[in-house]
């Protein structure tokens, strides 16, 4: 497994760079600080942070769940530099439910089912956050992370067991309507660019 290879180094690398749109570190905080923002503890209140950082990321991922706006998942698409060798029409549907912060970063719980590589079923739910620049009137690109929990027929443990990864994802599109694009290391086979679209309601 691939986690020393340089296409890793290079997803590890852009996980590092979108964090940094956190904005400045704080001296008496520190990285690890400006890290928790950036998961749902970022969201949670004063008494729910005070209570621990696993109490503060449950209250912020409820918020979420509570209070962000539905939207819709399509996936279609995930480029393989070994094309060749594996399907490429990542076909899927899945829901997220997405917050604004004050800062104007998003972030979102979601669940997604598309085909993998070898053209069976995968499934993925988790957390993206993503820091936003403005490109225009209306188009906002981002960039940010994902960490998720995946079940695949080969991948990882196979046999659908699911197993948990982390990988950087960015966005361009509009409040209502993004295209996204997360990258995978080079994982047995190949480096992957998977791309899917958001619709919000």
């Not at 819709?72 to 829901?95: C, M, P, Q, T």
């Not at 290391?185 to 919000?200: C, E, K, Q, S, W």
Request: net charge positive.
């Amino acid at each position: 497994m691939a986690f020393a290879s340089r296409a890793g180094m290079k997803a590890l690398l852009c996980a590092l760079l979108a964090l940094s749109a956190a904005g400045p570190l704080r001296a008496a905080d520190g990285w690890w600080e400006t890290v928790k923002d950036t998961t749902p503890y970022g969201l949670a209140d004063e008494a729910e942070r005070a209570e621990g950082y696993w109490h503060g990321l449950r209250a912020g991922s409820a918020s979420i769940a509570r209070d962000g706006r539905w939207e819709l998942l399509l996936s279609g698409y995930a480029w393989h530099e070994e094309g060749d060798r594996y399907n490429e029409k990542a076909w899927g549907l899945g829901i997220a439910r997405r917050v604004t912060d004050a800062r104007g970063n998003e972030r979102l719980l979601y669940a997604l089912a598309s085909k993998d590589s070898y053209s069976k079923p995968q499934y993925l739910a988790g957390y993206a956050w993503l820091a936003r620049w403005p490109l225009g009137e209306k188009l906002q690109f981002g960039a940010g992370y994902t960490a998720f929990l995946m079940a695949r027929s080969k991948y990882g443990p196979g046999n659908y067991i699911p197993f948990p990864g982390v990988l950087p994802v960015a966005s361009l599109g509009t409040e209502r309507m993004n295209l996204m694009a997360a990258y995978v290391p080079a994982f047995a086979g190949g480096n992957v660019l998977f791309v899917f679209g958001r619709i919000g309601f």
